[in-house]
C-alpha cells in the first residue's frame, strides 16, 4: 500500500528545508518491517507545496510501525512542525496487477 500526504511549506522556509528532515525521519521509518520506500516530490509551479509517498508492504505493516511510536522519529517530525502544514491525503492499495500503456515512436 502507499500511504500519501501533501506538505505545505510556511513563507521563509524552503522545501529543501524540509528535505534535510524528511530523510532523517525517512531513514528510520524505512528500517521497519514491510517499509518499501519513500519518495518526496515538488509541485510543479508551486515550489512551497510537496507531496511524500510511503510505499509498505500492506496497511498492516504502516500501522505496526506507527503503534511502535519511535520517539527519535516523532522528535524529528516535531522539528519540521513549525514550519510546514502536513495533510494526509489518504492511504492507497497497490494494485495486484498494473496495465501501462507501451509508448512506441511514430
Given at each position: ?24 525521519a525517512s531513514k528510520l521509518i ?27 508492504e500492506s496497511k498492516a505493516h ?45
Amino acid at each position: 500500500m502507499q500511504y500519501i500526504f501533501e506538505v505545505r511549506i510556511k513563507e521563509g522556509h524552503s522545501a529543501e528545508e524540509y528535505a534535510v528532515i524528511w530523510v532523517r525521519a525517512s531513514k528510520l521509518i524505512q528500517r521497519a518491517p514491510g517499509a518499501l520506500g519513500t519518495e518526496l516530490r515538488r509541485c510543479v509551479g508551486d515550489p512551497n507545496r510537496l507531496i511524500a509517498i510511503a510505499s509498505w508492504e500492506s496497511k498492516a505493516h504502516r500501522d505496526a510501525m506507527e503503534a511502535q511510536h519511535d520517539p527519535q522519529i516523532d522528535h524529528i517530525i516535531r522539528s519540521a512542525a513549525p514550519f510546514v502544514e502536513v495533510q494526509p491525503i489518504g492511504e492507497f492499495e497497490r494494485p495486484e496487477w498494473l496495465v501501462k500503456p507501451s509508448v512506441s515512436a511514430n
